[in-house]
Every structure is written in C-alpha cells, then in structure tokens.
C-alpha cells in the first residue's frame, strides 16, 4: 500500500486500486471527492494512450477507481536514456491535446513510473482538466494555471533522460547549464520524431494553410530551420529556387533547384546578402534565440533583410497553451515583426498541437 495526501494506492499483480479519502480535505487540492473526480475525468480524456493508467472500473459512491499497473518508479541512477526522449513529446502533445495542466511540482519522483521501456506519468488528482464540467473551485483552477508551463515540464523530463537525475530545488541553479546539455543531444531525436509525426508533418501545413497560393515559377523562397527538408522537396517543382537553412540535420536527397545550407541563422544573415520572394519561419524562432543568443528584435531583423519588397513571409509560433515562456517570446516577436513589416495581412490558427498561431507579413 502506498499512502499520498489524499488516496491510498494498492498494486494486485496488473491492476492498482486507488481509493480517495472522503473525509479528506486539504488546502487547494480540496476534497478527497473532488480529487478522484479530476483523476477520474483526466485518465478519462487520456484513454488509449501508452504513457497513462487506463481506467478499468470506477466506482463513484466509494470513490475508488481501477486502473492498469504502470510500473515500478522511475530508476533515478544517474543514467543517461536518450532512446526515451521520444516519450517526451508524446507526453507532452497528450496532456497538450487533452487540455490537461498539472501542477507545477507534479513531475516528482513517485509520480514517474517504467515499465516495459515505456515512460508513464501517473497520479492526477492534483491536476487541471481544462473545460471540464466538475465543480472545480475557482483558487485551485488559478492556483493550477499560475505553476503550469508546458516548456518547462517538457525541460525537466529531457534533462532527467539526459542525466538520469531530477532538476529539484537543490539543484535548480544548475537548470540553464543542464538544459543546454540537453538540449544540444536532443536535436536528432527531436528531428526525428517531427518527420513521422503526421500533424508535424510539411505536406500537411502546406495544404492546410495553402502555403501554394505564394509559391511561382519565378519566385524564390526560403526555410529557415528546414529540418529534413520536407518543404524543400514538396515544393520544389512550384518554385524557381529553393533554398534550405539547417545547421544540425544532414542533408536529403534533394531536387536540382535546392540549396541545402548547413549553417545557424546568425551565421547566415551575417555573410549572406540574398533576398527572397517567399519566407518560411516556422515554429524555429525560439531554437534563434537560445542556440544564436539574439534577441526578438534581431532575429525579426534578420527576416526582413532576407525578405524581397513586396516578398512574403509566414511565421508559425511555438506551441501557446499552456506555455507562459512561449507565449512572451511569441509577444515579443509580433511586436518586432510588426515594426519592420507593419500589420499582418493574414493570420489564424496552425497546428492543433500547443494551440499554434501563423501569421502572414508582406514587405
């Protein structure tokens, strides 16, 4: 049996029964009902995937719920289990796709199970499911909304994959140094599941956001952070020239009217004094700022050097919900894009993962 502050926990070969306190009630976690509803609608909304319980019964009146057994806890020993990093995203687009915020402390050392080489997140009683109809109480909804960031969590969990150890309090002035370290031996892994996530994928955005409607036979374009050059390949026989910025991913096998650049974007904008008809930023903005060390102002600058007049440029953001750090950085690059560009001509929703945004600035 295992004893948290509001349920009691007990693993019979498969399965785990958790059993809610009714009697407990306890500052903004509330009462023990309220913290089996919430774990009950979040294991609910995350139905089917690998890396949550999956509920097997339920029972209201007695408050317990049923559920899959997910292991034993995370082997905090120090090493290094960058086959895993996968599971970060995957995590993270689940909690993202259902509305789900989790405490700011909830990445804990109970709370991180293994089990057949397979990360699982358990334990959310203590967790937001966003435009649930439960009577959530309005101080933990803010209290929920003011210690989550998704960037955050996802930071945390790589850096635990890359050092097999947890960021804590104690350690957290090592935070920026470790996240760089991760950071930098996550880059492949993260190349790797952006090219067979089919919502990542380019063909998808092109034709979801009619990125054709800018393309000509006499135009030209580039992507910056072109990654494995989906673009580049999908798009190649609807523009005169291509060319592909990307400083960790090898080059693919290309169409004759690509250039592929192995180089950073600060590198690039430097020495090179091209302009183009078209601009792709998509979602890279962020990687410019902690990878080149420019801030928004430059690297908007930067766009619009490399932009022809009268030349488009579509930028996508990072995923929004749920990430405040995301949100400032997107803040602030509308804020600069708008000073060189002016108004945007065309904006609207991108990829459903993270709540994205694009906009459309013309020179």
Known sequence: ???????????????????????????????????????????????GNKHFPQIIKCDDNKLTIEMTYCGQIFPYDGKARPELLEHVWQISEALDNANIKLYGGTLQKNNLLLHNGIIKLV????????????EIEDDFINHIRRHWDSSVFENRLKILLINGTLMTKK????????????NNMVKNEWNNYQKSNVGNSAKW???????????GKDK???DL?????????????????????????????LPENVTWVTKGF????????????????????????DND???????ANGHYHMTKDGGIMIYETQKLEGRPLNQSHVDKMLIAFREKYGQEIKSGNARQSGKRLYYIFKK
Do not use: W
């Not at 203590?126 to 649930?132: C, K, N, R, T, W």
């Not at 350690?171 to 991760?182: D, I, Q, V």
């Not at 904008?269 to 990687?287: G, K, L, P, R």
């Open 205 to 215: 955005r092109i034709d979801n956001l009619d990125l054709r409607q800018y393309a």
């Open 1 to 47: 049996m295992i004893q948290g502050k509001a349920s009691q926990v007990f693993i019979n070969g498969d399965s785990v029964l958790k059993v809610f306190d009714k009697a407990q009630s306890k500052g903004y976690r509330g009462s023990g009902k309220q913290s089996y509803q919430r774990e009950k609608e979040c294991l609910k909304r995350l139905e």
């Open 225 to 253: 952070g072109a990654n494995h050059g989906e673009f580049s390949v999908e798009l190649a026989d609807n523009f005169q020239h291509i060319t592909a910025l990307e400083p960790f991913v090898q080059a693919p096998e």
């Open 266 to 289: 600060k590198d690039y904008v430097t020495e090179s004094t091209d302009t183009y008809d078209v601009v792709f930023s998509f979602a890279m903005t962020i990687q410019v700022r």
């Open 171 to 182: 350690n957290r002035t090592k935070y920026p140094e470790e996240l760089r370290k991760a």
């Open 220 to 222: 030209t374009l580039i």
């Open 293 to 299: 060390k420019l801030d928004e102002n430059a690297i």
């Open 123 to 134: 334990d959310f009683e203590y967790a937001l499911p966003e435009g649930s109809d439960l």
